[in-house]
C-alpha cells in the first residue's frame, strides 16, 4: 500500500499564467510514520514552525528548504508531476466537452497512471474549492471505469495542507517547477532565493524543472505537457 499526496500549482483556467502544474508525493505506508517524523525533525533543527509553502517562500529559510531536499533524495519517498505548459492553448470545446474541469480529470488520470497496478493506494488531495466531494466522485468513477470495477486507488479523500507535511512537500516542489518554467517562457521573474533554491533541486535531481523527464525516471519525474499550438 502507497499513499498519495497532490497537490497543484496555477490550476485556475483564467488566471493569466501561462503554465500549471499537478503533482504528488507518494508515500509508503508502512514507513508514513517514520518518513513524517524525520521531516519534523528537520523543521525543528531549523526551527521552523509554519506550513511549508512555496508562496511564503523566506530567503532566511532557504538551509531548511535545501535540507528537505537532501531528506528527500536519500528516502524511498517519489515525486511525479504533469507541467502543462501553454495553458493558453487548451482548446477545451474539442478535447475536454467544453470544461476545464473535464481536463483537471484527464491530468489527474495521467498523473497517477504510471502506479503499478498490483500496488493498492490510497490518494489524498489538497482542498481547493467546494466542489471537492463531486470531484472526488468522478476521479474515482473514471478509475474504477479504467480498470473495469479493479481499480489499485482504492480511497480518494479531500485534506487540508496545513495537516500533511508531504503535501506541503508536492506544493514546494510544484512550486519551483512552475517558477522555472514561468521563467523559462519569458515571464521576468528574478527572487534570488527562489533562483537558488531551483539551482540546487536541479542539481541534486539531475533534471531541468522547467523540461520533462524520461517517462521512467520513478525517483523525480516530470511529465511535460504542451497543447498543440494553434
Not at 507518494?26 to 519534523?40: A, C, I, S, W
Request: hydrophobic share 35%.
Amino acid at each position: 500500500m502507497h499513499d498519495i499526496f497532490i497537490d497543484e500549482s496555477c490550476h485556475l483556467e483564467k488566471d493569466g499564467i501561462s503554465v500549471m502544474c499537478i503533482g504528488y508525493i507518494k508515500v509508503p505506508t508502512d514507513n508514513y510514520d517514520v518518513l513524517r517524523n524525520d521531516f519534523l525533525v528537520i523543521k525543528d533543527e531549523y526551527k521552523t514552525s509554519s506550513e511549508l509553502k512555496w508562496n511564503k517562500f523566506s530567503y532566511s529559510r532557504l538551509p531548511y528548504y535545501k535540507a528537505l531536499v537532501d531528506f528527500f533524495f536519500a528516502s524511498p519517498l517519489e515525486f511525479r508531476c504533469v507541467l502543462v505548459k501553454y495553458k493558453d492553448r487548451l482548446r477545451h470545446e474539442d478535447f475536454n466537452q467544453g470544461s476545464h474541469d473535464n481536463f483537471y480529470y484527464k491530468l489527474i488520470y495521467f498523473l497517477l497512471k504510471p502506479n503499478k497496478p498490483v500496488v493498492e493506494y490510497r490518494v489524498f488531495l489538497d482542498i481547493k474549492d467546494t466542489r471537492g466531494k463531486e470531484k472526488l466522485n468522478k476521479i474515482h468513477e473514471v478509475f474504477e471505469n479504467v480498470h473495469n470495477g479493479e481499480s489499485p486507488f482504492k480511497h480518494f479523500q479531500h485534506i487540508r495542507s496545513h495537516d500533511n507535511v508531504f503535501i506541503q512537500l508536492a506544493d514546494f516542489f510544484i512550486g519551483a517547477i512552475t517558477y522555472k518554467a514561468r521563467i523559462a517562457s519569458g515571464e521576468n521573474l528574478g527572487n534570488q532565493g527562489r533562483l537558488e533554491f531551483i539551482a540546487y533541486l536541479e542539481n541534486v535531481s539531475g533534471f531541468t524543472l522547467s523540461e520533462g523527464t524520461v517517462p521512467w525516471e520513478t525517483k523525480f519525474n516530470i511529465f511535460d505537457h504542451q497543447p498543440r499550438k494553434l
